[in-house]
């Protein structure tokens, strides 16, 4: 059974940093695109940042020069580093797996990021 658990969620203050990481299981790690997407209240999902095998990113034009994303393929996890925080920045995070050679794909149950101002 694939699961996908993301972590490090949290209360921060506008200019803060907070790190993100999602743990993977029952998967192949390697055979995936990893990325984080969010869903603020009100709002429709949208994409943050993926990270390829190869370590290729990409990034949602909003968090470019503030987040960074990486994997560490030996832990099965892939991270987001989110410094200089915004208000806009509060969502709910989602980790997503999206496998190299086909149309699967699997989704984390979400952590909540809230960044006061």
């Known amino acids: 059974q694939v699961q996908l658990v993301e972590s490090g969620g949290g209360l921060a203050q506008a200019g803060g940093s907070l790190r993100l990481s999602c743990a993977a299981s029952g998967l192949t790690f390697i055979n995936y695109r990893m990325g984080w997407f969010r869903q603020a209240p009100g709002k429709e999902r949208e994409f943050v940042a993926a990270?390829?095998?190869?370590?290729?990113?990409n990034y949602a034009d909003s968090v470019k020069g503030r987040f960074t994303i990486s994997r560490d393929n030996a832990k099965n996890a892939v991270y987001l580093q989110m410094n200089s925080l915004k208000p806009e920045d509060t969502a709910i995070y989602y980790c997503k797996a999206d496998y190299r050679f086909g149309t699967l794909q699997y989704w984390g149950q979400g952590t909540q990021v809230t960044v006061s101002s």
């Open positions: 990270i390829t095998l190869n370590t290729i990113t």
